[in-house]
T-cell receptor, first 109, second 111 residues
Framework: GQQVMQIPQYQHVQEGEDFTTYCNSSTTLSNIQWYKQRPGGHPVFLIQLVKSGEVKKQKRLTFQFGEAKKNSSLHITATQTTDVGTYFCAASGTYKYIFGTGTRLKVLA | EAGVAQSPRYKIIEKRQSVAFWCNPISGHATLYWYQQILGQGPKLLIQFQNNGVVDDSQLPKDRFSAERLKGVDSTLKIQPAKLEDSAVYLC?????????FGPGTRLTVT
């Protein structure tokens, strides 16, 4: 079955440093979504990528979808303490979404 | 716009007891999802409804879990009997297109 892996599992950064999390699928995806979950909270939708090679930006966040539509990345420039949380990718191969293992980000002030 | 509502927020039961969770999706959202999120893991889809029909329930342990969505609006998820490994947060989400809106979840502890 379809598997979705994220690396790294944990990342501690100093405030102001950059952060990147990678999402890899064993199968070709139709689209991929990214969610953020604050500690004790629920996942909140960030963005959806559909096209091969697509790049989208939201302020300090940059999302990429790989050319082969099997991987994706989320890059945060100049992290802030408000970026703390776990970032999940959710990959869709057919009609359902499989969530990745998540990357837990801690930002040290 | 009101968000996805879930109740109860917390539940503690003993193993072999039964429990039910309730979800009220955002008005007009045809798709409703139930996820199980074990501590430290990503949400795992249990069942997906489109209106009141089941789209996918391949990961629902049907010997103990059941779910229904009467009239295509509210939904309930039931576990009977519960096992220790069912301890998790049960998240309900709804969507109009693809973006999923999650409720606050129900934290279940099975002792």
């Amino acid at each position: 079955g379809q598997q979705v892996m994220q690396i790294p599992q944990y990342q501690h950064v100093q405030e102001g440093e950059d952060f990147t999390t990678y999402c890899n699928s064993s199968t070709t995806l139709s689209n991929i979504q990214w969610y953020k979950q604050r500690p004790g909270g629920h996942p909140v939708f960030l963005i959806q990528l559909v096209k091969s090679g697509e790049v989208k930006k939201q302020k300090r966040l940059t999302f990429q979808f790989g050319e082969a539509k099997k991987n994706s990345s989320l890059h945060i420039t100049a992290t802030q303490t408000t970026d703390v949380g776990t970032y999940f990718c959710a990959a869709s191969g057919t009609y359902k979404y499989i969530f990745g293992t998540g990357t837990r980000l801690k930002v040290l002030a | 716009e009101a968000g996805v509502a879930q109740s109860p927020r917390y539940k503690i039961i003993e193993k072999r007891q039964s429990v039910a969770f309730w979800c009220n999706p955002i008005s007009g959202h045809a798709t409703l999802y139930w996820y199980q999120q074990i501590l430290g893991q990503g949400p795992k889809l249990l069942i997906q409804f489109q209106n009141n029909g089941v789209v996918d329930d391949s990961q629902l342990p049907k010997d103990r879990f059941s779910a229904e969505r009467l009239k295509g609006v509210d939904s309930t998820l039931k576990i009977q009997p519960a096992k220790l490994e069912d301890s998790a947060v049960y998240l309900c989400a709804s969507s109009l297109t693809n973006e999923q809106y999650f409720g606050p979840g129900t934290r279940l502890t099975v002792t």
